[in-house]
């Protein structure tokens, strides 16, 4: 019970950080596209997107380029538990339709 109590007690000091998404737009593209949300609590990523349509995101280390996270989605809301990862910079890519989404962030 010490245990649970312990975990619930330290998972309460991890502090939501907003991500700041960037569009990088196929050239030949003018219209104006609404940005998906992120957020990173601890190791637990949080992507909500304006409507459901599939998507592919990534995140690698952003002085290693190694990728510590690869998966598909169809929904408005992605919810991710991050592997353990060490402290430093990351690199949140979003593949969707013709567009790619980045924005960094970091794990202390």
Same mark, same amino acid.
């Given at each position: 019970m @010490?245990?649970?109590?312990?975990?619930?007690?330290?998972?309460?000091?991890?502090? $939501? &950080?907003?991500?700041?998404?960037?569009?990088? &737009? /196929?050239? +030949?593209? /003018? #219209? =104006?596209?609404? @940005?998906?949300?992120?957020s990173?609590?601890? @190791? *637990?990523?949080?992507? $909500?997107?304006?409507?459901?349509?599939?998507? +592919?995101?990534?995140v &690698? !280390?952003? #002085?290693? +380029?190694?990728?510590?996270?690869?998966?598909?989605?169809? #929904? !408005? +809301?992605?919810?991710?538990?991050?592997? #353990?990862?060490? =402290? !430093?910079?990351?690199? @949140?890519?979003?593949?969707? !339709?013709?567009?790619?989404?980045?924005?960094?962030?970091? *794990?202390?």
């Amino acid at each position: 019970m @010490l245990a649970a109590l312990l975990c619930c007690t330290l998972s309460g000091f991890a502090e $939501e &950080k907003p991500i700041e998404i960037e569009v990088i &737009k /196929r050239p +030949q593209e /003018r #219209s =104006e596209v609404q @940005l998906p949300t992120a957020s990173i609590d601890g @190791l *637990v990523l949080t992507i $909500e997107f304006s409507e459901a349509t599939a998507s +592919q995101v990534t995140v &690698k !280390g952003q #002085s290693t +380029q190694v990728v510590v996270y690869n998966g598909a989605f169809t #929904s !408005g +809301q992605v919810v991710i538990t991050l592997p #353990s990862l060490s =402290e !430093g910079g990351y690199c @949140l890519e979003i593949e969707q !339709g013709d567009y790619v989404y980045i924005g960094e962030f970091d *794990v202390e």
